[in-house]
């Protein structure tokens, strides 16, 4: 592919620079000097950037006009993310909601969810959270308990756990993956829903992490009711529906590295200012790995950008990206760590956040292993894993699972 923009694509990032230069003043202030402290505050100015961003046409940039998006492609949802961490100022809120749930209503919801849902999500008056994973369906998702069971009158009954669920906390919907028919095999039987957060049965607790913030939870289900337009993609389809979620996580994630701040520019910053170790051989040398391979990702990344602007469904090197990008992140964060000391630790270090909340990244949106696995078989033409619980019934499995469904 070019490198370089198009005319078009030069005039977009123009049109976006000046859109961000006049209004960057009214974004919220995260760090530093004047930073805004109080949760509910940082979530409530969140919500409103996210809102200004959505009708300056800065938010769902590739989601069709007649949802409020832009109906552009890819690219330009990728200057978008370049120009928006170039102001220096947050980008939307609702990160999962837009990128990937919003994303899998478009393809799988009926007309009525996409009027009631999309538009709301877009500028941040409704957050969404991804309630998929539970405490033994994490890697193996095909393996969820949560139970929804339907009434004589069509409506549904919902009872389980998730966990992990980030956001949950101020999330107005979740989009849930359920078992609905325990006597097919696991991957057939399950159904998505949509479950407003509000609705009596519903819990959330939050789950403190070691940087300090809870920004996941544990979320429990006792007898939740929920009616027959809740079902998204129909009944039975569940898996296929989340698949697609998870598709547009691993673009969300592998294509985001960069607006994270994990670049090297951003690593050698923090490592120029000790003069001892800018002029040590063997810094500079992990230096110089950390971002050759970060570059090479980029590379890879416009693969996927590729595949994605031709309307392919990019291929498993989008894992493979976010496996380096963490990775490669993970050393900066203890090279930083070696040359700062305690002081990269410190609360108002720049490097706090990332370098405690970096461990988690590793199994956010697939873990290394099961994404090594993906690449191995799809990629290198390895033999699958053996796979045993295939065509049993899920009520039939021998595992802890099986027994509770
Ligand atoms: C920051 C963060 C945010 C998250 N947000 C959400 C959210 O909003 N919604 C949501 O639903 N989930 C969320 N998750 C959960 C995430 O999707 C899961 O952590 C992930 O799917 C892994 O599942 P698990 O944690 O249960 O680990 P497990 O599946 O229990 O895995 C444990 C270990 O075993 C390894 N392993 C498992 N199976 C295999 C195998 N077949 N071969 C080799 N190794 C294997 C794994 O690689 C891992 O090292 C979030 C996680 C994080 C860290």
Known sequence: MDLDDTPDQAAYRAQVRAWLDQNKGSAPVLQGEGALTDEDEIVAARRAWQGKLAEAGLAGVTWP???????????????CNQEIARAKVPGILDAIGVGMLGPTIIAHGADEQKTRYLGAMLHGDEVWCQLFSEPAAGSDLAAVQTRARRQDDGTWRLSGQKVWTTNAQFASYGLLLARTDADVPKHKGMTMFIVPMDAEGVTVRGLRQISGEAEFNEVFFDDVALDDGAVVGGVGNGW?????????????????????????????????????ARRDPE???????????????????????????????????AGLAKVTIVNGAIRAGDLIADVLGPDALDED?????????????????????????????????????????????????????????
Do not use: C
């Not at 040398?285 to 996927?304: P, W």
């Not at 405690?356 to 994404?371: D, N, R, V, W, Y």
């Open 349 to 405: 270090s720049d490097w706090a956040y990332m370098i405690s909340f970096l461990p988690g990244l590793k199994s956010a949106g697939g873990t290394e292993e099961i994404l090594r696995n993906t690449v191995g078989e799809r990629v290198l033409g390895l033999p699958p894993e053996p796979r045993l619980d295939k065509g049993i019934p899920f009520s039939e499995l021998r595992s802890k699972e099986g027994a509770a469904a």
């Open 65 to 79: 006009k007649e949802f409020g998006g832009q109906g552009l492609g890819p690219i330009e949802q990728v200057i």
């Open 240 to 276: 296929g529906t989340a698949l697609t979620t998870l598709m547009y996580e691993r673009v969300t994630i592998g294509l985001g590295g960069e607006g994270m701040g994990y670049n090297s520019t951003r690593f050698a910053g923090a490592i120029a200012g000790d003069e001892a």
């Open 283 to 317: 810094v500079r040398h992990q230096l110089g790995e950390i971002a050759s391979e970060l570059l090479a990702v980029r590379f890879t990344g416009y693969r996927t950008l590729t595949a994605l602007q031709k309307g392919q469904i990019p291929g498993p090197e």
